[in-house]
Nanobody, 115 residues
Framework: QVQLVESGGGLVQPGGSVRLSCAAS????????MAWYRQAPGKERELVAQ???????SYADSVKGRFTISRDNAKNLMYLQMNSLKPEDTAVYYC?????????WGQGTQVTVSS
């Protein structure tokens, strides 16, 4: 079993920055394929960024160059650094992990970009 807990969301002004954290328990993050998803009101959940167990990263076109996914193996944490935020980035952000074809989700954290 893998448990995931997100933190770091909140209200931020357009152009601002925020860092989300995902704390994993039950498995080492270095063994997991992990990702950040988001879901805006009235929209489907979408993939934002992912990091493979080997460390390879990829991003949705809408966030490329603004968001950075990373992990701290020693602290067993995954991060999403979000810069140059736009109102359309407003959503609930979810941490996701996959381990041997099992899928795990966090409870989500709200990010609101508004002046």
């Amino acid at each position: 079993q893998v448990q995931l807990v997100e933190s770091g969301g909140g209200l931020v002004q357009p152009g601002g920055s925020v860092r989300l954290s995902c704390a994993a328990s039950g498995r080492r993050v270095s063994f997991l394929a992990m990702a950040w998803y988001r879901q805006a009101p009235g929209k489907e959940r979408e993939l934002v960024a992912q990091i493979a167990s080997g460390g390879t990263t990829s991003y949705a076109d809408s966030v490329k160059g603004r968001f950075t996914i990373s992990r701290d193996n020693a602290k067993n944490l995954m991060y999403l650094q979000m810069n140059s935020l736009k109102p359309e980035d407003t959503a609930v952000y979810y941490c996701y992990a996959e381990y041997f074809s099992m899928h795990y989700w966090g409870q989500g954290t709200q990010v609101t970009v508004s002046s």
